[in-house]
Protein backbone atom coordinates (compact mmCIF):
# COMPACT_ATOMS: atom_id res chain seq x y z
CA UNK A 1 0.00 0.00 0.00
CA UNK A 2 3.02 2.17 1.18
CA UNK A 3 4.43 1.31 -2.55
CA UNK A 4 1.62 2.22 -4.30
CA UNK A 5 1.05 5.32 -2.56
CA UNK A 6 4.27 6.74 -3.34
CA UNK A 7 3.77 5.95 -7.09
CA UNK A 8 0.73 7.60 -6.88
CA UNK A 9 1.83 10.60 -4.80
CA UNK A 10 5.48 11.01 -7.50
CA UNK A 11 2.24 10.80 -10.48
CA UNK A 12 0.72 13.28 -8.82
CA UNK A 13 3.60 15.94 -8.95
CA UNK A 14 4.81 15.09 -12.33
CA UNK A 15 1.85 16.09 -13.64
CA UNK A 16 1.42 19.24 -11.53
CA UNK A 17 4.62 19.57 -12.75
CA UNK A 18 3.53 19.41 -16.55
CA UNK A 19 0.56 21.18 -16.15
CA UNK A 20 2.08 24.21 -14.60
CA UNK A 21 4.65 24.30 -17.23
CA UNK A 22 1.74 24.21 -19.49
CA UNK A 23 -0.08 26.80 -17.88
CA UNK A 24 3.13 29.13 -17.65
CA UNK A 25 3.27 28.67 -21.54
CA UNK A 26 -0.08 29.35 -21.84
CA UNK A 27 -0.18 32.43 -20.07
CA UNK A 28 3.18 33.67 -21.64
CA UNK A 29 1.35 32.82 -25.03
CA UNK A 30 -1.92 34.75 -24.05
CA UNK A 31 0.51 37.72 -23.17
CA UNK A 32 2.50 38.24 -26.06
CA UNK A 33 -0.83 37.93 -28.21
CA UNK A 34 -2.13 40.51 -25.97
CA UNK A 35 0.93 42.75 -26.91
CA UNK A 36 0.90 41.67 -30.30
CA UNK A 37 -2.46 43.34 -30.62
CA UNK A 38 -1.84 46.44 -28.56
CA UNK A 39 1.30 47.08 -31.00
CA UNK A 40 -0.58 46.87 -33.86
CA UNK A 41 -3.52 49.26 -32.85
CA UNK A 42 -1.77 51.41 -30.94
CA UNK A 43 2.32 51.38 -32.25
CA UNK A 44 5.15 52.76 -30.48
CA UNK A 45 2.95 53.28 -27.17
CA UNK A 46 0.29 55.63 -29.17
CA UNK A 47 -2.16 56.50 -27.40
CA UNK A 48 -5.07 55.95 -29.80
CA UNK A 49 -5.84 59.74 -30.33
CA UNK A 50 -5.95 59.29 -34.00
CA UNK A 51 -8.35 55.74 -34.46
CA UNK A 52 -10.68 58.19 -31.74
CA UNK A 53 -10.48 61.08 -34.32
CA UNK A 54 -11.50 59.01 -36.79
CA UNK A 55 -14.27 57.16 -34.77
CA UNK A 56 -15.90 60.55 -33.82
CA UNK A 57 -15.24 62.46 -37.00
CA UNK A 58 -14.12 65.67 -36.05
CA UNK A 59 -10.55 66.98 -35.57
CA UNK A 60 -10.82 69.53 -32.31
CA UNK A 61 -8.27 72.14 -33.38
CA UNK A 62 -7.69 74.70 -30.67
CA UNK A 63 -6.24 77.91 -31.59
CA UNK A 64 -6.28 81.85 -30.80
CA UNK A 65 -8.50 83.75 -33.05
CA UNK A 66 -6.86 86.96 -32.58
CA UNK A 67 -3.53 86.56 -34.47
CA UNK A 68 -4.23 87.58 -38.56
CA UNK A 69 -3.47 86.71 -40.92
CA UNK A 70 -3.19 82.83 -39.36
CA UNK A 71 -6.37 83.19 -37.05
CA UNK A 72 -8.98 85.26 -36.88
CA UNK A 73 -12.16 86.30 -36.90
CA UNK A 74 -14.28 87.75 -40.12
CA UNK A 75 -17.39 90.11 -40.42
CA UNK A 76 -19.61 87.08 -40.67
CA UNK A 77 -18.59 85.57 -37.51
CA UNK A 78 -16.41 82.84 -38.63
CA UNK A 79 -12.70 81.98 -37.69
CA UNK A 80 -10.42 81.98 -41.01
CA UNK A 81 -6.92 82.05 -41.57
CA UNK A 82 -3.99 80.42 -42.94
CA UNK A 83 -3.87 77.95 -40.14
CA UNK A 84 -7.81 77.11 -40.29
CA UNK A 85 -6.71 76.34 -43.94
CA UNK A 86 -4.47 73.98 -42.56
CA UNK A 87 -6.24 72.34 -40.51
CA UNK A 88 -8.97 71.95 -42.82
CA UNK A 89 -6.74 70.25 -45.62
CA UNK A 90 -5.65 68.00 -42.22
CA UNK A 91 -8.68 66.96 -40.94
CA UNK A 92 -10.12 66.13 -45.09
CA UNK A 93 -6.78 63.57 -45.23
CA UNK A 94 -7.59 61.99 -41.81
CA UNK A 95 -11.23 61.90 -42.96
CA UNK A 96 -12.96 64.07 -40.67
CA UNK A 97 -14.67 67.88 -40.36
CA UNK A 98 -12.16 70.26 -38.48
CA UNK A 99 -14.17 72.02 -35.40
CA UNK A 100 -12.30 74.87 -34.33
CA UNK A 101 -12.29 75.40 -30.44
CA UNK A 102 -10.71 79.54 -29.63
CA UNK A 103 -8.84 79.85 -26.49
CA UNK A 104 -6.91 82.43 -25.46
CA UNK A 105 -3.34 81.57 -26.01
CA UNK A 106 -2.01 80.89 -22.70
CA UNK A 107 -4.42 78.67 -22.23
CA UNK A 108 -3.69 76.10 -25.80
CA UNK A 109 -0.60 73.69 -24.01
CA UNK A 110 -3.82 73.10 -20.92
CA UNK A 111 -6.44 72.64 -23.42
CA UNK A 112 -4.37 69.99 -25.34
CA UNK A 113 -3.04 68.38 -22.16
CA UNK A 114 -6.58 68.56 -20.70
CA UNK A 115 -7.90 66.70 -23.84
CA UNK A 116 -10.20 69.21 -24.77
CA UNK A 117 -8.56 69.78 -28.31
CA UNK A 118 -6.49 66.84 -29.97
CA UNK A 119 -4.18 69.41 -31.86
CA UNK A 120 -3.17 72.80 -31.68
CA UNK A 121 -2.58 74.92 -35.11
CA UNK A 122 -2.17 78.48 -33.94
CA UNK A 123 1.15 80.39 -35.13
CA UNK A 124 2.48 78.39 -32.38
CA UNK A 125 6.66 78.83 -31.95
CA UNK A 126 8.39 75.97 -31.37
CA UNK A 127 9.21 75.59 -27.51
CA UNK A 128 11.64 73.04 -26.25
CA UNK A 129 10.28 73.10 -22.87
CA UNK A 130 7.01 71.50 -23.68
CA UNK A 131 8.47 68.78 -25.22
CA UNK A 132 8.39 66.66 -22.22
CA UNK A 133 4.51 66.52 -22.79
CA UNK A 134 4.01 67.50 -26.25
CA UNK A 135 4.95 66.36 -29.47
CA UNK A 136 5.67 68.92 -32.56
CA UNK A 137 5.07 68.25 -35.67
CA UNK A 138 7.27 69.78 -38.91
CA UNK A 139 8.04 73.58 -39.25
CA UNK A 140 5.58 74.91 -41.86
CA UNK A 141 6.40 78.70 -41.22
CA UNK A 142 9.67 80.37 -40.07
CA UNK A 143 8.17 84.04 -38.02
CA UNK A 144 11.90 84.96 -37.10
CA UNK A 145 13.50 88.71 -37.36
CA UNK A 146 14.11 89.83 -40.95
CA UNK A 147 16.06 92.30 -42.38
CA UNK A 148 14.20 94.16 -45.30
CA UNK A 149 14.23 96.92 -47.67
CA UNK A 150 12.49 98.35 -50.24
CA UNK A 151 11.11 96.47 -53.21
CA UNK A 152 13.48 98.99 -55.44
CA UNK A 153 15.81 99.08 -53.30
CA UNK A 154 18.91 97.69 -55.08
CA UNK A 155 21.71 99.37 -52.93
CA UNK A 156 21.23 96.95 -49.67
CA UNK A 157 21.23 93.21 -50.97
CA UNK A 158 23.24 91.90 -47.91
CA UNK A 159 24.14 92.41 -44.35
CA UNK A 160 27.62 94.06 -44.83
CA UNK A 161 25.56 96.96 -47.78
CA UNK A 162 24.16 98.49 -44.46
CA UNK A 163 27.70 100.28 -43.62
CA UNK A 164 26.37 104.14 -43.37
CA UNK A 165 22.47 103.32 -43.38
CA UNK A 166 19.71 103.50 -40.54
CA UNK A 167 17.76 100.42 -39.81
CA UNK A 168 14.21 101.10 -38.33
CA UNK A 169 13.08 98.97 -35.82
CA UNK A 170 10.45 98.77 -32.69
CA UNK A 171 11.96 100.12 -29.74
CA UNK A 172 13.01 97.22 -26.80
CA UNK A 173 11.89 94.83 -29.31
CA UNK A 174 13.89 91.46 -30.59
CA UNK A 175 14.35 93.21 -33.55
CA UNK A 176 15.81 96.02 -31.44
CA UNK A 177 18.37 93.47 -29.88
CA UNK A 178 19.34 92.15 -33.63
CA UNK A 179 19.92 95.68 -35.08
CA UNK A 180 22.13 96.81 -31.91
CA UNK A 181 24.06 93.47 -32.69
CA UNK A 182 24.72 94.77 -36.23
CA UNK A 183 25.69 97.47 -35.06
CA UNK A 184 28.52 96.41 -33.73
CA UNK A 185 29.56 94.46 -36.88
CA UNK A 186 29.11 96.59 -39.02
CA UNK A 187 30.78 100.00 -39.28
CA UNK A 188 28.35 103.39 -39.47
CA UNK A 189 24.61 101.71 -38.95
CA UNK A 190 22.46 104.45 -37.16
CA UNK A 191 19.42 102.67 -35.54
CA UNK A 192 15.63 104.39 -36.24
CA UNK A 193 13.30 103.45 -33.20
CA UNK A 194 9.60 103.21 -33.57
CA UNK A 195 7.04 102.64 -31.32
CA UNK A 196 5.81 99.07 -32.87
CA UNK A 197 7.01 97.21 -36.18
CA UNK A 198 4.79 98.98 -38.33
CA UNK A 199 5.55 102.41 -37.35
CA UNK A 200 9.41 100.64 -38.13
CA UNK A 201 8.31 99.51 -41.88
CA UNK A 202 6.20 103.23 -42.28
CA UNK A 203 9.76 105.07 -42.00
CA UNK A 204 11.13 102.58 -44.69
CA UNK A 205 8.55 103.26 -46.88
CA UNK A 206 8.98 106.69 -46.06
CA UNK A 207 12.54 107.25 -46.75
CA UNK A 208 13.07 107.76 -43.47
CA UNK A 209 15.29 104.58 -43.40
CA UNK A 210 17.22 102.47 -45.63
CA UNK A 211 16.04 99.25 -43.99
CA UNK A 212 14.07 97.67 -41.37
CA UNK A 213 14.32 95.14 -39.37
CA UNK A 214 10.72 93.00 -37.79
CA UNK A 215 9.08 90.06 -37.48
CA UNK A 216 8.58 87.63 -40.36
CA UNK A 217 5.11 87.83 -39.74
CA UNK A 218 4.73 91.91 -40.39
CA UNK A 219 7.56 91.36 -42.79
CA UNK A 220 6.03 89.20 -45.60
CA UNK A 221 2.62 90.80 -45.19
CA UNK A 222 4.10 94.19 -46.07
CA UNK A 223 4.90 92.46 -49.58
CA UNK A 224 2.10 93.98 -50.87
CA UNK A 225 3.17 97.31 -50.28
CA UNK A 226 6.56 96.78 -52.24
CA UNK A 227 8.96 94.83 -49.69
CA UNK A 228 11.59 92.55 -49.84
CA UNK A 229 13.88 90.54 -47.15
CA UNK A 230 17.40 91.02 -47.21
CA UNK A 231 17.85 88.16 -44.80
CA UNK A 232 16.52 86.25 -41.98
CA UNK A 233 18.79 87.32 -38.78
CA UNK A 234 16.92 84.47 -36.60
CA UNK A 235 14.11 81.83 -36.54
CA UNK A 236 11.18 81.25 -35.08
CA UNK A 237 9.39 78.23 -36.69
CA UNK A 238 5.99 77.84 -36.01
CA UNK A 239 4.35 74.20 -35.98
CA UNK A 240 1.37 72.11 -34.72
CA UNK A 241 1.23 70.23 -31.68
CA UNK A 242 -0.18 67.19 -30.39
CA UNK A 243 -0.07 65.18 -27.00
CA UNK A 244 3.04 63.41 -26.30
CA UNK A 245 1.47 60.00 -27.31
CA UNK A 246 -0.33 60.76 -30.36
CA UNK A 247 2.55 59.51 -32.44
CA UNK A 248 0.32 57.57 -34.92
CA UNK A 249 -1.37 60.91 -35.05
CA UNK A 250 1.87 63.30 -35.59
CA UNK A 251 2.79 60.89 -38.27
CA UNK A 252 -0.55 61.27 -40.04
CA UNK A 253 0.37 65.39 -39.83
CA UNK A 254 3.84 65.12 -41.01
CA UNK A 255 2.54 63.48 -43.95
CA UNK A 256 -0.06 66.10 -44.81
CA UNK A 257 2.10 69.08 -43.84
CA UNK A 258 5.22 67.45 -45.90
CA UNK A 259 2.86 66.26 -49.15
CA UNK A 260 1.47 70.35 -48.84
CA UNK A 261 5.56 71.40 -48.57
CA UNK A 262 6.67 69.16 -51.83
CA UNK A 263 3.25 70.07 -53.80
CA UNK A 264 3.57 73.97 -53.17
CA UNK A 265 0.60 74.07 -52.19
CA UNK A 266 2.04 75.54 -48.47
CA UNK A 267 3.81 78.14 -50.47
CA UNK A 268 0.41 78.92 -52.13
CA UNK A 269 -1.59 79.09 -48.84
CA UNK A 270 1.04 81.15 -47.39
CA UNK A 271 0.98 83.27 -50.68
CA UNK A 272 -2.96 83.54 -49.95
CA UNK A 273 -3.00 85.33 -46.23
CA UNK A 274 0.42 86.29 -45.61
CA UNK A 275 1.02 88.19 -49.39
CA UNK A 276 -2.63 88.80 -50.11
CA UNK A 277 -1.87 87.22 -53.15
Not at 37 to 64: C, F, H, K, M, N
Not at 87 to 95: F, H, M, N, S, T
Not at 170 to 186: I, K
Not at 221 to 234: E, P
Request: proline residues 2%; glycine residues 10%; charged residues 20%.
Amino acid sequence: MRQRAGVEGRVSRVMGRVLGFRGAFILIGLTLLLGFIVWRLYPSGDDGALAEIQRRGTLRVGLDASFPPFEMINETGQIVGLDVDLAQVIAADLGVEAEFVNIGFDGLYDALLARRVDIIISGLPYDPRWTQDVAYTHNYFNAGQVLVTCANNNAVNTVEDLKGRTIAIEWGSQADMEARQLAREVEGITLLRQESAAAALTALFGGQADAAIVDAVSGVSAFSRGLKIVAYLTDEWYAAAVPIKSQALLEAVNETLIRLDESGRMAEMQAQWLHGQ
